[in-house]
């Protein structure tokens, strides 16, 4: 395991652990996340992957009796210290979710802009909506429907949209939990083309259980596996053309090659 | 895989088949047990709206929905006052019931853990089962009695109360049904709280929510009980809810229980009016309801 160092890493944990009520569900994990790249977390189901990506944006602490040990280092600065707002964390690092979550009652551009508050004037409104719409290759698809409910687009246009909505706050990392889990091959390939060129923009970790998505989209791949209690350990992390490779972990190479999971 | 059992009697059936068809019959005498069932209960509530319907469609003309009621053994008249009487009564008790049971059912439903919020539910949920007259009783011990005069007001109060735990439990259902998904997608961009509850999930549950209201309104429509020592009634055209006032159902309750036909005529006018208008206040219901139905799938 390799120990979180700090050199000029944006986003790393230290020693971290996450529990609901007395169940730990992540255990002392380290890890620090290269700038400007798609980290992949990689596991069988129950490993913990998505609950370790859910304590990056204080996102974790929302479930019932959740609570994290050890710390998040995000530009130096621990996210759990007391005074820190976890408003302002998830305002620089933003999340895309397993199953599209549009907002159901806006509008697409109103669902774009939605962290933008009620600031912007209508055509500042605009301006950001379509920066950030293109930016999740959307645009065209719904440039003349920008009123229009986002539940009349399809799953994998919804998706698109979330990326987008994340993305027009502006934050620095991105953490998405199996974006691609609950579309169909074709959207899913959309997506990921898109991670690939967000990572010019953004430090992605992204969750999958897709052995073959981790290998297309990722620069880095960490390997989670639970252990005999059920908690979910970092086994290892690596570049990925090594980790699919080479692994240096038996468990890891068990996993890669289908012997379980 | 043939076992024994599985084997074909003499009429070419396995015997897992035979067991199918007793199952057929079974299925089909629930099915007609069920029919039946249904057939009576919707039967009674229509032979009663026929039944009103029949009776008081005679008495409802122009008159009847705009004048004051008559002295007795003048004919003509109406109940313009009563029904203006219960739109006041029941618009104040709305504005009351409204936020207030919006705001404790968003609390129970945002923060619904621990000791103070299960007691709340739980006396949510005795208030719903207090008999109507005794919540009447109450409204006209502390707002009555004290004033020393009924008043429109205390009626509206009464009505509150009935309506209150109908929407702290529905305006927490309903935003308990704004899946959390959603929450958390406002939560992650950065929302305070606040915001996400008030402009993205109250939206979302807002559908359900106005099918709640609807609902609580039409529960208090009906309600005579409590009237009866709050508003008391009123023979003018009253406005304000510090005096007495006339309220419809309380009129078809005095007009009902009176000797003269002119009267009963009017009281059966009544109770179709106000069927007519929690028909209407269900429909808009349903309504309601289908687009919340549809606006939380998708």
Redesign the interface.
Known sequence: MSAATLNGELLAANDLSAYYGERKAVGNVSIAFRREAVTALIGPSGCGKTTLLRCFNRIHELSFEARVEGSVLLDGQDIYDGGVDPMAIRRRVGMVFQRPNPFPTLSILDNTVASAGRSLNRRRKLEVAERALRSAALWDEVKDKLKASPLRLSGGQQQRLCIARAVAAEPEVLLMDEPTASLDPIASAVIEELMASLADQFTIVAVTHNMQQAARVSDVTAFMLADETGTGRLIEVDDTAKLFTKPSDRRTEDYITGRFG | MTTPSDAIDERGFSPRYRRLGRRRIYASLGTALALCCAAIAAGALLVILFYVAVQGIGAINWAFLTQLPHPVGVPGGGVGNGILGMLIIIGLATAMAVPLGLLTGIYLALFG?GAIPEALRFLSDVLSGVPSIAIGLFAYAVLVAPLKHFSGFSASFAFMMLMLPLLVRTSEQAIRSV?Q??R?????????NF?ATMF?VL??A?PAIITALLLAIARVTGETAPLLFTAFGSQFWETSPNNPMAVLALQVFNYAISPYPNWQQQAWGGALLLIVAVFVLSLGARFMLRRAMR??D?
């Open positions: 853990r899946p998904t959603v958390e997608g406002a939560l992650a961009l950065g929302m305070s915001r993205i939206p979302t807002r606006g939380l998708a």
